[in-house]
Each structure stands twice: as C-alpha cells, then as structure tokens.
C-alpha cells in the first residue's frame, strides 16, 4: 500500500513537472518565436530602400490595399536612400554637421534630387536640387512642420515656428507681418539699430587695446548682446547698453533673458531620440523633457512680468513694442497671456542668434580675404565718406557690400537645412515619386548653394558673382524666388522677419567694416569650421584686432 501511496506521489510529482516542464517550454518556444517573428518582420522593415521607417510604411500599406479587393497593389517607383541601421534607420546623418553627411549619402546613392531615409521610425525625404526643393517648399501639403517633443514643451506649438498649419498660425503671421516685420514698422525700429551699432562700434574701441596686445578680441559676445538689446528694444520696448555695467543694471534681466534663450535654443537643436523611437519616449534618456520642464516656468514668469508692467503702464495713446502690439487685439485676434508669451518668446529667441551667428561668419570672411575687405571699405568711402557714421539710407548704394553679405549667406547659410523641416500633410507627389502623408521633408540648402551644377567655382568666395553689370539685370533675390539660393527659406512657412534680419545684418556690418580695419588676431587664425546647433555656427569663435578707419567721435552721425 505504502508503496502504491509512493509511488503514486512519484507519479503526480513526475507529471507536475513534466506539465510545468511544457508549460515553460511552451513559453520559451513562444517568446522565441515572437522573437524571430520580430526580428524577422524588423529584417523586412530595414531592407527596404530608406530604410526601417520606409519599410514600415511599405508593408504595411501593401497589406491594407489586399485587404481591400477592390484595390489593385500600386506599383509606385521607390524613392533611392540608404538603409542605415536595423529599427534604428539613419539616426547618424543627423549627428554633427547633418548637412554635409546628408549631402554626402546623396551622392552616395544617387539620390541628389530626392533622397529617403529614416530616423527610427520617422520617414524623412531630402532634396539637395532647387526644383525639387520649389515643388516642396512652395506646396501646400507641405506647410506644417513635424512635432518635436522640446518644441512643444517649450510651448513654440503655440507660436508662429510650430504652430501647426491654420487659421490660429495664420492669424499669428498677420498680426506679425503687419506690426513687427512691415516696411513701416522695419523703417521705425531704425534709430534703434544705430544706437545698438554705435555701442557696438564705442565698445569695440574701447576694447581694441587688449586685442592688439595679442590676446585677440572675440567678437561673439558682443554681437549677440547686440542683436539681444535690438530684439528686446523692437519686442519687449527695453534697451539697454552693452556693456557688462549696463547688464548689470539692467537687474540681471539681460543676463537672464540671455540663458534662457541659450538654454532654449541648445535644447531645440539637440536631436531627441525619442522623437523619431517611441518605445525611447518614456525614459527621457537624454533629459530634454526634464530640462524643458525646469526652463517654461522661468520663460512664463520673466515674459508674464514683462506683460502686466505693460499692462499697467499703458495709456492707450500709441503703440510701442510687440507687447503693445499684442495686448491691443481684440475680437477673434485677441491672445490669451500664455499665447502672448508664446509668440514673444519666439521672437526674442528666434530674432537673436540667427542675425549674430550670420555676422560672424561675414567678418570673418572678410579677415580671411583682406582684398574683399578693401573693396568693401573703398565702397564705403565713396558713398559715405569718413566724416560721417553710415545710415540705413545709404544701404540700397552699397552694392558689393550686399553681394558679399549674399556670398557669405551663400557659403554658409545659418540654417544650412532651412533650420525647421517640413511636415506632408496628405498623400502627395514630389518629383514623380509618391510621398505618403506624415512624411518629414528637408531641403538642403547647404547643398544646392554649393552645387558646381548651379555655382561656377562653388567652393570660391567671391562677391562679385552677386553684383550686377548692367542696369537691366535683374539682382540676385536671396528672398525664396531662386531656390538656388534661398537662406530664409520660401513658401507660406518662409521667414517673417527676414526682411528685418538682413536689414539688421547689412546695417551694422557697414557700421563695423567703416569705422574698422578688421586683422587676424596674432595667436588664433580664421577657423571656418563649423558647428551644427539650431544654427550652424562658427565652431571657434571669430577672434580678431580691429584698427580705427576713422576718427571716432562719440555720437556723431
Ligand atoms: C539672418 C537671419 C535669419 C535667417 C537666416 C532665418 C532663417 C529662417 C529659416 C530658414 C526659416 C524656415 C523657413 C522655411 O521653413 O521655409 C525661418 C523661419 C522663421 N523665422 Fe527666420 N531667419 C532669420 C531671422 C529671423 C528674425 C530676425 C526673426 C524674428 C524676429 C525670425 C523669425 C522666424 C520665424 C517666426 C520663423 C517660423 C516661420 C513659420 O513657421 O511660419 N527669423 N527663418
């Protein structure tokens, strides 16, 4: 008995395990095959033409039209792009100088006039030819922009840059257009610009000592000040000097407005993995939602300041500043304040860096070639003259100054991929290709502005293909009409303020070019290396002596 009883147990316990043995087995097998299934299925994805993304889309798309069997499967040409990596995609065109590696796979693929790849799982087509880039550009499907996680969580979803495509982001770009960027409006801001060149000029003066004593001066920091003051004088109605005691006056509000724009503009020019791989999304990996989160409430707090000094000091008798502007809307136009502080931190930011980042790059082209640089200052004399500043007034004479300022656009354009890309908003065709909706479009701007195609001698820096001979020709319009060279980019998401930036750009680089002669500092030479932020930069920063051209007297004018 006792041992039926045993062996009894032996047997229950054998086919408990042997049960529990399946069970686990059976599981394994099913992980594994799940597994493979994936893996299999991830194989697919990558091995199409751009990559996993691209894939993605293809299979899934040809399993809805034979699911439907009224639908023949299209047969669409593939556009050419490389795979890159399994889930991944080509997560490394977009390290460093993205232009240039993009430019580079291109060529490598033969794809210059359209090109797929794939950011994991995001589908992005780039163009590096002009026609190509004016059917984007200029078509309608593509004027929204793609979501990017520190772009809304620094609210500029509710600006003009990522507002998405209708009637609210139309009626920012009106209200826009008609009391920031208009002729009116660029003409009244004038007096601005010149007291801002003038400090510019009075403090480079004054520091010009230490650069001859051989250390250099560095340009940078001055020039972005700059640009800061005129954006705060047009938007916020503050102006302030440049020097370290005018900031410091300022109750540090220059200082801090300063690193809150640093800190927004190096938090939108990182690129977020977990934009393009979801499954990345929750663990903010590389902290930028957490960074985000910490930088709106000191956004909210200094431009909600600024806003109620506004509203308490307002007479109602005339308009001043963007704030103004904004808090005097009614009906349907009327801003609610987180909108307000929305579109004026947009402005602040996106008015700053570009116009100083464009600065740098033409002086130092104009320290790297001297001959350039003469040409420029004989310029100045004659229209000029040394017994007087230059005036805004002067700008439509000063034709070889305008072209160098084009050449430099040319050869090293701030958004070398037009800064923010482009979003399908249905089905389209570029190029003969089919293009689905939800599609990311990039032109590279960098690319088509170097193209010996469309450039004699591309890699040369020289002015003088911009100036015109004869009074019938028509001058060169960097404005988006000829995407051969279009900087500010073109169609309905083109640059608002790009007529106030170059107007900014032109005036004071012939305020610096008239009233100095603009050396290499001894110990660094011109490096144009760059670095690829929201803006591509100089990656050292220009450091120069300067030399009075003229007798400096303090305001004169
Ligand atoms: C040298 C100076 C500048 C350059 C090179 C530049 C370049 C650009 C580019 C390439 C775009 C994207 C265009 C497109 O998608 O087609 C853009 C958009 C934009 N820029 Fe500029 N920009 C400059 C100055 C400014 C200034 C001074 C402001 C304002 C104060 C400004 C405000 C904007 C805004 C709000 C957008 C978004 C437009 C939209 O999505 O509708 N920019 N800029």
Redesign the pocket.
Known sequence: MKTDIESLWVFALASKSCTALTQETSFAWLVLIVGLAWFTMALLYWAHPGGPAWGKHKWRNNNNNNNNSNNKPLIRPTIPGPRGLPLLGSMGLMASLAHRRIAAAAGACNARRLMAFSLGETRVVVTCHPDVAREM?NSSVFAD?PIKESAYGLMFNR?????PYGLY?RTL?RI?AAH??CPKQIKASELQRREIADQMVGLLSKDRRGGESGRGLRVREVLKRASLNN?MGSVFGRVYGLEHHDWVSSNNELEELRELVDEGYELLGLLNWSDHLPWLADLDAQRIRFRCSKLVPKVNRFVARIISEHRSSRTGERTRDFVDVLLSLQGTDKLSDSDMIAVLW??IF??TD??AV?IEWILARLVLHPDVQSTVQDELDKVVGRSRSVAESDMSQLAYLTAVVKEV?RLH???PL???A?LAITDTTIDGYHVPKGTTAMVNMWAISRDPEFWVDPLEFMPQRFVTHDKNEVEFSVF?SDLRLA????????????T???T??CFWVASLLHEFKWLPSGRSPVDLSEVLRLSCEMAKPLNVKVRPRRRIINTSH
Request: with cysteine; charged share 15%; proline share 9%.
């Open positions: 550009l922009r600006a003009i840059g990522f507002a982001w770009r826009a920031l960027f954006m947009e402005m996106r008015g570009t116009v464009l656009l354009p701030p958004g037009l800064s923010w482009r988006g900087p500010f980019g073109s169609g309905r998401r083109t640059c608002p303020g790009k106030l930036g170059l900014t750009v």
